[in-house]
């Protein structure tokens, strides 16, 4: 062979090395790109380890496995199984709508009493307002609704249903004040949106954060449960059973775990996986001999270390009327609540304790619990709330 040929052979040869090296180079950057926009699944394959060389705190470890999670606490990953649709925020509200028209409240009956009459004389006006103050609505603002229909009443007359019908919705709009801002401080800054829920046992109050992680899940976004009730064991079973239904992890401690580190370690989750939404559930009362709002106050201390608490959410019972506005001055003062969630706002609720607690605490009702179903938490709405109970059914 001459050495011209040998010379084509070998160049042939290397040429073809450097484009298999090229290829081979190009089909690999590309995998690692595409691993870097696509979000890994907590537990995953190939979800990627911490810059220790631990596994991602969302995932599972294995047997004698070091996550850098306090010891106490436990990542709880979303079952694989189907994953329900949350209902829309508009069937939530027509939801909202349908629970509350026709009910046989004390403020709906009142309200209805007034328009049905063709003549109101001071007796009337008496039995009004009575039925206004065992509705919850309280005196102040029953005194305030009583005088301005009175005024305008007497000017328009009530021989018009229709009319005294609308000076009514007029006003009771007014009253429940459709201007304040009800929105939820979910937006994702440099970390995640961090919304703790309190109130006493009983309330709803596990069962309100589940419903609420459907809501922001049925909104596209990503969330972290942490299950801070560490008094209850069947608390942060609930939780973790609401998270499984729509895909979400759950962290937890042992029965009795300190409440703040659950808290604290659930933001860091969130912080880690980049979520949306970290929703922190809180103990309703305590099995030690610490105050429950001094470690509500623990841990929204500990949590903002992290990140900042946008929104701390207090759970009221409807039906239980002044209880419920005793306990919400409480936590006003401990935990500087942003907003309410009323649960059991049904027939079963007098419907005034929206106003009172309003004007009790400065801060809007901004979610309501309408029944045991999954998506019976419904976004409240002023308008939708008159006219749901100005509808005689």
Excluded: Y
């Amino acid at each position: 062979m001459d050495p011209v040929t040998l010379w084509i052979i070998v160049g042939a040869i290397i040429l073809a090395a450097f484009v298999a090296v090229g290829v081979i180079a190009t089909r690999r950057r590309a995998a690692l790109l595409r691993a870097r926009e696509t979000p890994q699944l907590p537990g995953q394959p190939g979800a990627p380890a911490d810059a220790d060389g631990d596994v991602d705190l969302l995932e599972r470890p294995g047997p004698g496995a070091s996550t850098g999670v306090a010891p106490d606490v436990e990542v709880v990953e979303p079952e694989l199984v189907p994953l329900d649709r949350p209902d829309s925020r508009e069937s939530r509200l027509a939801r909202l709508r349908r629970r509350l028209s026709g009910s046989n409240t004390a403020l709906s009956r009142g309200l209805l009493m007034l328009i049905s009459r063709d003549r109101i004389d001071e007796e009337t006006w008496e039995d009004f307002e009575d039925a206004l103050i065992t509705s919850d609505l309280g005196v102040g603002p029953t005194t305030e609704l009583v005088e301005s229909l009175r005024a305008k009443l007497r000017v328009d007359g009530v021989a018009d249903p229709v009319r005294a019908r609308e000076i009514l919705r007029t006003e009771l709009v007014r009253l429940v004040d459709p201007t304040l801002d009800r929105t939820l401080n979910t937006a994702r800054g440099d970390v995640p949106a961090v919304i703790m829920v309190v109130g006493v046992n009983g309330t709803g109050k596990t069962t309100t954060v589940g419903k609420l992680a459907r809501v922001l899940v049925g909104e596209d976004k990503d969330v972290v449960l942490g299950a801070a009730d560490t008094f209850r064991a069947a608390a942060a079973d609930q939780l973790a059973t609401w998270g499984d239904r729509v895909g979400v992890p759950t962290i937890r401690g042992a029965e009795g775990a300190d409440p703040a580190s659950v808290a604290f370690e659930a933001v860091k989750a969130g912080i880690e996986q980049e979520v949306d939404v970290v929703l922190i559930d809180t103990a309703g009362r305590l099995h030690t001999k610490t105050g429950l709002m001094d470690e509500l106050g623990k841990v929204k201390r500990v949590i903002e270390r992290q990140a900042p608490v946008g929104e701390v959410l207090l759970v009221l019972d409807a039906t239980t009327g002044q209880n419920g506005l005793t306990q919400a001055r409480i936590f006003r003062d401990v935990v500087n609540v942003t907003g309410i969630v009323l649960t059991k706002l049904d027939g079963s609720a007098k419907g005034g304790i929206v106003v009172q607690v309003q004007r009790e605490l400065g801060v809007p009702v901004k979610l309501v619990g309408l029944g045991e179903g999954v998506d019976d938490l419904a976004p409240f709405d002023a308008e939708v709330f008159v006219d749901a109970l100005l509808d005689q059914g």
